[in-house]
């Protein structure tokens, strides 16, 4: 039945006709997983399920998805942890643990479970897997295909396989592989986002950008509040020449990290309720570079001052004129609440009482983002005759090592035009 249905939408129109009895429950949490869908909701149902079966291991795996959808990886990583502890001779979904552990860097736990699972039965397409992306962790990536052919010898619809078989073949650059590869994990699952993704990363290396538009796109729609699909959506559109539209894709993506990271502590995460609730300097810089080309030089400015704000973690104060957190609708209050716009089904997920953390978080530190970011603004400054603030903005670049001759120029150059001031004053 979850293979029948292929948007959220479909199953909650199934749901209400549904008898409301536990292998209901369990088909709407497992359909949802499939969905890649995530939110307090989902985890409030598979918690009053784990209360009644708590060592179940199907339960538990989910548990560890819906960690995982929510990229909360440590998390998902405990889980799986102890799920395996639990079940030590269970191998189903151990492929995607092992992405967790890729993902993590974690090389000795992943070496331990590809031990494991060779020992088991390595004639597992899941055991292959696993190996595999050990092999893919050691830069290995002639054998780590070996072992993803391997799976889909014994399996030809493993769907892991396949993309992570395409993601070899992209670092192996052989990029027409890489897309027979990803189309056939599409051909399996066409819920699979990654697949999506993948496809779009290949044809942008091969610079059709038109092509790789079309496939972010279709990502970004099988998962709307991932950040990531709507920063490729947004960086595609800017390498065509469509300015205004990547900075709605890229405003989107800030919208979408903000609603992560707003929900996370709703699974229980001790590690998501510390986790630093700030913008993205890297976006945020692309933004207003943006605006930048367009001629909008005081949206520029407000973004281009934002992002410099990254650095101490100060999401409410652009320190110009304007709020642009305002225009896309995620302007941080002092207790870290988000503002969202309302306008996609999945707003009304969002807990009341998540906040991203509190007012006095940290920030990322001096970064090249906020470093351009910062030459740009001293640069606006000399131009528009603000001496005291070009100086003090290029001073601050010199201390932290940064372009230090552009910024020395600055400093020599505001100097030299105040003293003609004073002159002409005098």
């Known amino acids: 039945m979850t293979d029948l249905i292929s948007r959220i939408e479909q199953l909650n ?8 009895n536990i292998m209901s429950f369990m088909f709407h949490l497992h359909t949802s997983l499939e969905l890649y869908q995530q939110g307090p909701h989902l985890a409030h149902s598979l918690d009053e399920l784990l209360s009644i079966f708590p060592t179940s291991s199907f339960l538990l795996t989910c548990k560890a998805l819906l960690a995982y959808h929510s990229k909360d990886l440590i998390v998902a990583e405990q889980d799986f942890s102890y799920l395996l502890s639990l079940h030590p001779q269970r191998l189903d979904s151990l492929d995607h643990y092992s992405n967790i552990l890729y993902v993590l860097n974690m090389r000795p736990k992943l070496a331990f479970l590809a031990h494991v699972c060779s020992s088991i039965d390595k004639f597992r397409p899941e055991s292959c897997v696993v190996i595999g992306n050990y092999y893919s962790l050691l830069s290995m990536h002639e054998k780590a295909v070996q072992y993803f052919r391997r799976a889909l010898t014994l399996d030809r619809s493993c769907l892991s396989a396949w993309t992570l078989m395409g993601h070899e073949y992209v670092e192996l650059k052989n990029t027409h592989a890489a897309i027979e590869s990803y189309r056939r994990a599409v051909d399996v699952n066409r819920r699979d986002y990654r697949a999506w993704y993948g496809l779009g990363q290949t044809y942008e290396m091969l610079e059709m950008h038109t092509y790789a538009l079309w496939y972010y796109k279709k990502a970004a729609g099988l998962r709307p509040w991932d950040g990531k699909m709507w920063m490729a959506v947004g960086s595609c559109l800017e390498k065509m020449g469509q300015d205004r539209d990547g900075i709605k894709a890229l405003k989107r ?128 400054a000399l131009r528009n005759n603000d001496y005291a603030t070009a100086t003090r903005l290029a001073a601050e670049l010199c201390q932290d090592g940064v372009e230090v001759e552009d910024a020395k120029a600055i400093i020599q150059t505001a100097r030299h035009r105040m003293m003609e001031a004073d002159l002409r004053e005098q």
């Open 13 to 20: 129109q199934i749901s209400p006709h549904l008898p409301q």
């Open 253 to 380: 993506a800030l919208l979408a990290d903000s609603y992560y990271d707003s929900t996370a502590t709703s699974f229980g995460s001790a590690g998501a309720a510390d986790r630093m609730a700030h913008l993205d300097p890297e976006v945020l810089l692309q933004i207003a570079t943006m605006y930048d080309r367009l001629g909008d030089l005081e949206e520029a400015k407000s973004y281009m001052e934002l992002c410099v704000a990254q650095e101490v973690g100060d999401t409410t104060n652009s320190g110009g004129g304007g709020n642009p957190g305002e225009s896309f609708a995620i302007h941080r209050d002092s207790s870290g609440g988000v503002a969202g716009s309302g306008d996609e089904a999945e707003t009304r997920e969002r807990g009341a009482g998540n906040d991203g953390g509190g007012g006095g978080q940290e920030g990322t530190g001096v970064t090249v983002a906020t470093s351009r970011a910062r030459m740009w603004l001293a640069q606006y």
